[in-house]
């Protein structure tokens, strides 16, 4: 026990003679030794990457899970190292609210079998969604997090540690300037030396780690990736789906609504068939206008590759032409692309070998 008052008294003292110390500093009645100016940038560098890891992490959460109360429980679960339970995406509750009412409804009546098929896709997106949840969280949230909660504290910790030898640094040099007698100068010089060793050895740690930063923001570099490449996937995969509920909705329900995808003609003056320039539009590429001021059909035989600004492109989906001036598509393989004076955006010219012919923009990866 008694030690440990004898402990407790040094600590104090020396808690003590750190806080005289800053006061003096800031009040600039005493000198304060300035850490090398690579120290400097490796603290200010490391400070901004915490501070804005911080926000995109913070804005990620809010991106991925907007509900403030789920979030808040999700916290608890990861604290507590118990498993996040499943949650129902809001898509998925939308499509079984859809499928239930079309049983009230009744499923042989065109609102009611249209209810079924639009709530299966919703079910798909919201499948879709959780995935991608799921994905970002493992390849995005998680590295970031545990940059914050493990690096970033053991970096502060050696920090905090830095500036109390520094402030001892600087308390022994005061004590060497004040000291008379040559016994009372010995001794100081002697601090002075320890003190100077243990500043360097810490401020050598301290470095250590905060040049670590760079190989952190490789990591997070490579996380960002993966995010992007979720996402990607994640929106291709609702397009897709949102396309083939299109399709099916426009077969199914064609007898009943004739053109419940498209604007009336006498009210717009655009068209729901096949344009002058698109052929016949692909499921989720909107149709071109067939007013009277259009330009004449676009006729492929008589098409020329440019001299300049050919792509190549990586197809995304299957698609079948509509007609003979459109060109029937594979998923992932590759054509060359390239665009003609008068032709409309949503579609490009594509080539494979001999073939040739229009192919809409939304199912091409451009590559180069």
């Known amino acids: 026990m008694d030690f440990n008052v004898k402990k407790l008294a040094s600590d104090a003292g020396v808690f003590f003679t750190r806080a005289v110390q800053f006061t003096e500093e800031k009040l600039g009645q005493a000198e304060k030794t300035e850490l090398d100016a690579h120290l400097e940038n490796l603290i200010a560098r490391g400070d901004c990457t915490k501070n804005w890891t911080e926000k995109i992490f913070r804005q990620t959460e809010v991106l991925l899970q907007p509900n403030p109360s789920a979030r808040i429980e999700e916290f608890f679960y990861e604290k507590l190292d118990r498993k996040i339970p499943t949650r129902t995406t809001n898509g998925e509750l939308l499509g079984q609210y859809m499928q239930d009412a079309a049983k009230d409804f009744g499923p042989g009546t065109p609102y009611g079998s249209t209810l079924i098929t639009v709530g299966e896709y919703q079910k798909k997106l919201g499948g879709a969604e959780r995935e991608f949840l799921q994905a970002s969280a493992v390849s995005f949230l998680t590295p970031l997090r545990n940059f914050l909660e493990g690096d970033w504290r053991t970096i502060s910790k050696e920090r905090r540690l830095l500036e109390n030898r520094r402030l001892d640094l600087d308390v022994c040099k005061a004590r060497l300037k004040k000291a008379k007698l040559a016994e009372a100068k010995a001794a100081a010089e002697q601090e002075l030396r320890v003190a100077q060793t243990e500043f360097d050895r810490q401020a050598e740690v301290t470095r ?120 029937s598509l594979l998923a992932d393989e590759l054509i060359t692309v390239y665009t003609v004076p008068g032709m409309d955006p949503d579609w490009l010219i594509g080539e494979r070998g001999n073939q040739k012919g229009k192919v809409p923009v939304t199912y091409l990866e451009l590559l180069s």
């Open 208 to 327: 250590l780690l905060l040049e670590g930063i760079s190989s952190t923001h490789v990591n997070h570099l490579r996380c960002l990736h993966e995010f992007v490449e979720a996402q990607a996937a994640y929106y291709a995969q609702c397009h897709k789906h949102m396309q083939e509920l299109q399709k099916e909705l426009s077969s199914a329900n064609g007898d009943t609504f004739p053109n419940a995808f498209a604007v009336s003609a006498s009210t717009s003056g655009i068209s729901a068939g096949p344009s002058p320039l698109s052929g016949g539009s692909a499921p989720g590429c909107p149709a071109a206008s067939s007013g009277p001021l259009d330009p004449a059909p676009l006729k492929i035989e008589e098409v020329k590759p440019p001299a300049t600004g050919t792509r190549k492109a990586k197809v995304l989906y299957d698609y079948d032409a509509a007609d003979t001036s459109e060109l």
